[in-house]
């Protein structure tokens, strides 16, 4: 069942030791702040601030489509910034195929097995299986209605498509890998 979801409260909140921004903009910094010999680049990115994105915009693709996907709703749902994602995203489209592609991730192949018949029978039972879980079997619906109003997505999604059914690397995945290759 699709609704509207409750988002978490944020979960990132400065830490008590790192330095006050207002403090350092006007040249005092925070005790605690330590003095580097070299620039400073910023903090590594964080896996659980990726992980927290691309599942609110999923669900907030799930629930909304593509027209209807808001990266201010997609912030407050991972509990970041919005700049946060324009930095790894920097549009709407790109936050969207990054979700899709992770879900898609998810969704694990079977292992060739040698016989046709066996890997046909898993091929099917993967992907019935992959379009009754919770993620993908909610994106794939809102995907193909999505595609019907936007052309940018359509014209992404089919990109995506014929990269992962390229010969090539593709090729080598197998006809199980190769059949996921429409999402």
Do not use: W
Not at 115 to 125: F, G, I, V, Y
């Amino acid at each position: 069942v699709t609704g509207v979801h409750t988002c978490a409260l944020p979960i990132y909140a400065r830490a008590a030791d790192q330095p006050d921004r207002r403090a350092r903009r006007r040249g005092r910094a925070h005790p605690a702040a330590a003095v580097s010999a070299g620039p400073v680049r910023g903090r590594p990115r964080s896996a659980e601030a990726d992980d927290a994105i691309l599942d609110a915009a999923l669900d907030q693709f799930c629930d909304f489509g593509y027209d209807g996907l808001s990266v201010e709703r997609v912030a407050t749902c991972a509990g970041v910034a919005k700049t946060t994602i324009y930095r790894r995203y920097p549009t709407k489209l790109d936050l969207v195929m990054a979700a899709l592609e992770r879900a898609k991730d998810n969704a694990q192949a079977p292992e060739p097995s040698g016989s046709l018949r066996d890997d046909l029978l898993h091929m099917a039972q993967s992907y019935l299986t992959m379009m009754q879980s919770p993620t993908v079997g909610r994106a794939v619906p809102m995907l193909l209605a999505s595609k019907a109003r936007s052309d940018e997505l359509a014209r992404a999604h089919a990109e995506f498509v014929r990269v992962r059914r390229a010969p090539g690397p593709a090729a080598a995945r197998g006809p199980a890998e190769i059949g996921r290759a429409h999402l």
